[in-house]
């Protein structure tokens, strides 16, 4: 079969990052989870997304990460069709994002050092290049003298702290983070919340869910609200 011309971007990867244009999502044998979303993330914005249980906000983050595709609708990322791009395309997407679950995903046979330094080394990065950072990063989420444990010792604070590193070790272009501060402590969701503003400052764009309204006016960043399976409020 020959190999077809790459499609043209869809949008300006220099001023959106996400866009999501009557994006609709559904099981064969239930209602549409999500219907005609409408969304879109500037490059180097700060969004948080909200929304009562069963809104819609786990299935939104799993398009947005690739994990699942639009039943109807455009899903485009840094200027590409990611909805429709072929699987094979899909690693050139998440390698320039950061996620962050509520599952963790952390690989139980390494240290905290080498699953935060995973997604460098898969990158090709050499560990002499990597190293002073993923020390660094792990300084930073307050697992610094943990760094040679591994995640079976680790509490559910910790290892939602070193998924946090992981995700952001890379510098990525955009962070998609779930409940990223449900496990930890008033005073650490604080300091998280700093890194996620640093690396935002430096151009990153996050979209952090969350059930934390506090954490949400702390920022001063907008908010999206998911209701009945459609965004409403800053940005949409």
Not at 118 to 130: E, F, H, I, Q, T
């Amino acid at each position: 079969m020959p190999v077809q011309p790459r499609r043209a971007a869809l949008t300006d990867s220099a001023t959106e990052t996400v866009r999501l244009s009557g994006v609709g999502f559904g099981y064969a044998d239930g209602p549409d989870v999500l219907r005609d979303v409408n969304l879109i993330l500037p490059a180097g914005s700060f969004h948080f997304l909200t929304g009562p249980s069963g809104a819609g906000k786990s299935t939104l983050l799993a398009l947005l990460t690739l994990a699942r595709r639009p039943t109807r609708g455009e899903l485009v990322l840094f200027g590409e069709d990611a909805g429709r791009s072929p699987r094979s395309a899909l690693p050139g997407f998440r390698r320039r994002m950061g996620a962050v679950f509520q599952d963790f995903r952390l690989l139980d046979h390494l240290s905290a050092f080498d699953n935060v330094a995973l997604p460098l080394r898969l990158a090709g990065v050499k560990r002499d290049s990597y190293a002073a950072d993923v020390s660094e990063m792990l300084d930073w989420v307050g697992l610094g003298e943990r760094m040679d444990d591994r995640p079976p010792t680790l509490s559910g604070g910790e290892k939602q702290r070193l998924a946090i590193a992981r995700a952001v070790v890379t510098r990525p272009e955009l962070i998609i983070a779930d409940e990223p501060t449900g496990n930890v402590d008033a005073a650490m969701a604080e300091r998280l919340l700093k890194l996620f503003q640093s690396l935002n400052r430096l151009g990153t764009t996050v979209l952090i869910a969350t059930h934390d309204a506090t954490l949400a006016e702390a920022s001063g960043a907008p908010v999206l609200q998911l209701e009945g399976g459609r965004i409403r409020g800053g940005g949409a």
